[in-house]
Every structure is written in structure tokens, then in C-alpha cells.
């Protein structure tokens, strides 16, 4: 599976940004998804997940304010971020595995990441 992250830029705090991940293959439907973000000087961070079958998992850092969707025609993956604030600002990318986790370690498929910067 390929995946290509898309959407990041720059938005002011409070202001919402959609991130898209498409992936490659046929098989897109039998991958659970998800985002994790790195700051600079930073570990990576769980953002978000969503099963195959759809269900979402939310991160401390984004529960009640991003929503994880996922479209398996499109074989696209998503991130919807609204309220977004100065400490949201990273590099954000999207994973796929077959077998359920929220450990970035056991992710084996990434995208390249998009930077998403919010100024204060």
C-alpha cells in the first residue's frame, strides 16, 4: 500500500484544516487507518485512527475536535481538524496496518506527511 498525505498549509488559531490520505492497491477496505503528527524536537504522536470496518479513535490531543473518516471507494483516509491552535503545528502523517493498533512502531505502511501550521 502507497499513501499520500495532502491538505496541510497554514491557518490561523481557531481555524480549520481537512488533511486527505490516499492510498494505492485494492485493499485499501482490510487496512485500519490513522494520523499521527511529529513537532520538531518532538516524538511522534497519536492523532487518530479508524478501523477497517469504520470505527474512530481519537487521541487526548484531538478528542472533540478532529474527526477520522474514511471513504473505501476512494480508498482515501481523513482528517478533519477545527479549533486548531498554535501547538497543533507539526509535520502529520497517515499509516495503514492490517491488524489494529495505536503504536506508531507497528504501522507498516506511512505516507510522506504534511506540514500543518497554525499561527497564533
Known amino acids: 500500500v502507497q499513501l499520500q498525505a495532502s491538505g496541510g498549509g497554514l491557518v490561523q488559531a481557531g481555524g480549520s484544516l481537512g488533511l486527505s490520505c490516499a492510498a494505492s492497491g485494492r485493499t485499501f477496505s482490510q487496512y485500519n487507518m490513522a494520523w499521527f503528527r511529529q513537532a520538531p524536537g518532538k516524538e511522534r504522536e497519536f492523532v487518530a485512527a479508524?478501523?477497517?470496518?469504520?470505527?474512530?479513535w481519537y487521541g487526548d490531543v484531538a478528542r472533540g475536535r478532529f474527526t477520522v473518516a474514511r471513504d473505501n471507494i476512494r480508498s482515501t483516509a481523513y482528517l478533519h481538524m477545527n479549533n486548531l491552535k498554535p501547538e497543533d503545528t507539526a509535520v502529520y502523517y497517515c499509516?495503514?496496518?492490517?491488524?489494529?493498533?495505536?503504536?506508531?512502531?507497528?504501522?507498516?505502511?506511512w505516507g510522506q506527511g504534511t506540514q500543518v501550521t497554525v499561527s497564533s
Open positions: 479508524i478501523s477497517s470496518s469504520g470505527s474512530p
Open positions: 499509516a495503514a496496518v492490517r491488524d489494529w493498533t495505536l503504536k506508531a512502531q507497528e504501522y507498516d505502511y
